[in-house]
């Protein structure tokens, strides 16, 4: 028998029960992320839905978190001016109950969007391509 077949039955094995890799203490998505934006939160479903479950972190401080899809969540915002690193997050489950943490990384940049001017400069440009659309079918249409 080839040695390496006991060890990659045996990986196979602990990775269908379940032992290959302990559960997620914490989920924040998305991972990393930058000074301002909004985040999503979740116990992973390691706590039971109850009054009292907290996550905090220096990054926004302390939220409840409220049932969800994917167990007990919240949604927050980077504090601005949070500088780039590597930060912990903690989910506690009740007053005096289990906790876990997760660290996350906060990455030097900004978010992507759309700010003020660039959404007035694309309507502009919708109303101009409009109106010139409007203005051809009219000139071609006269001539038939």
Do not use: K
């Not at 116990?43 to 167990?71: H, I, M, Q, Y």
């Not at 694309?122 to 101009?128: K, M």
């Amino acid at each position: 028998m080839n040695p390496a077949h006991p060890a990659a039955v045996a990986l196979i094995g602990a990775t269908a029960l379940g032992l290959a890799a302990p559960p997620a203490a914490a989920r924040v998505d998305p991972d990393p992320m930058v000074a301002g934006q909004r985040v999503s939160i979740s116990d992973g479903s390691r706590c039971a839905p109850a009054r009292g479950v907290r996550a905090s972190s220096r990054l926004f401080g302390s939220v409840e978190l409220r049932p969800g899809e994917r167990g007990m969540a919240a949604q927050v915002r980077v504090a601005e001016g949070t500088a780039p690193g590597r930060y912990p997050v903690t989910i506690h489950c009740a007053p005096g109950g289990a906790s876990f943490t997760e660290t996350v990384s906060v990455r030097d940049g900004r978010i992507e969007g759309v700010n003020a001017a660039q959404a007035a400069g694309g309507l502009a440009l919708l109303a101009l391509a409009a109106g010139a659309a409007f203005w051809l079918r009219r000139t071609v249409g006269g001539r038939s």
